[in-house]
């Protein structure tokens, strides 16, 4: 379950998939395998998915407590949402949302959001150790937030209580961390960020996803990804 990363001359549009979901959800293994294959498999042309997986913490009191669950999770779902959440939910480029395992629905907004322009992003390593370099520009001149996720693949849950008692859990692109990290001005923005990485983690497995947000309409104006050995 190795996820793909853009290589030089890729002409794909990079699309920002976000699924909110949980492991105390009986409806979410499905959406949880999806977002798999759309990351791994990359299967609707001409969209390069980038995927988010956030698990939120408002199922973690019906019997089994999500291990990647986090109450900012569940409040950025509710950013989206006005509060009117549930799961599983895929929203795609911060606009269209739909059940997370509806694989038709998904198709159809990867790929109109693929032909919507896209600001490049540019991610290094940072001029200090530890840092990435972000550099984006082609903006629209309207408030943005810059966001940096760091995102851990190939993990798996046993889970033991709750609705999914016995089953084993998948995940990809896994929200470790995701924190605004600046703001754009005059339609670009430049600066390092710094990653911070837990011990526990498995770092061959661990990326940054940077993403811009537009404030106003919640839209993704660009999007990248970075190994974490390219990143550090």
């Not at 896994?174 to 990485?197: C, E, H, M, Y």
Request: glycine letters at 8%; proline letters at 6%.
């Amino acid at each position: 379950m190795t996820a793909a990363f853009v290589l030089a001359g890729d002409a794909r549009t990079p699309v920002l998939v976000e699924l909110f979901t949980s492991e105390g959800c009986s409806s979410c293994p499905p959406a949880d395998a999806l977002l798999i294959k759309l990351e791994t498999q990359q299967p609707f042309a001409p969209a390069r998915v980038i995927a988010l997986s956030q698990h939120v913490d408002y199922w973690d009191r019906l019997g089994w407590k999500d291990p990647f669950s986090s109450p900012a999770f569940t409040g950025r779902q509710r950013e989206y949402t006005r509060g009117d959440s549930y799961t599983p939910q895929m929203i795609v480029d911060g606009g269209a949302a739909f059940v997370g395992s509806d694989v038709a629905k998904a198709g159809m907004a990867i790929q109109k959001a693929a032909l919507a322009p896209k600001a490049p992003i540019n991610l290094s390593r940072g001029a200090q150790s530890g840092t990435l370099r972000i550099h984006a520009e082609g903006l629209p001149d309207t408030p943005a937030d810059v966001m940096l996720a760091i995102v851990e693949d190939n993990l798996v849950t046993n889970v033991e209580r709750g609705e999914n008692a016995g089953k084993s859990i998948a995940h990809v692109a896994v929200a470790r961390r995701l924190s605004a990290i600046g703001k754009t001005k005059g339609g670009s923005f430049t600066g390092d960020a710094v990653i911070k990485l837990d011990r526990t983690w498995k770092h061959e497995n661990v990326r940054a996803v940077v993403f811009v947000q537009e404030r106003l309409t919640r839209r993704i104006l660009g999007v990248q990804a970075i190994p974490l050995d390219e990143a550090r």
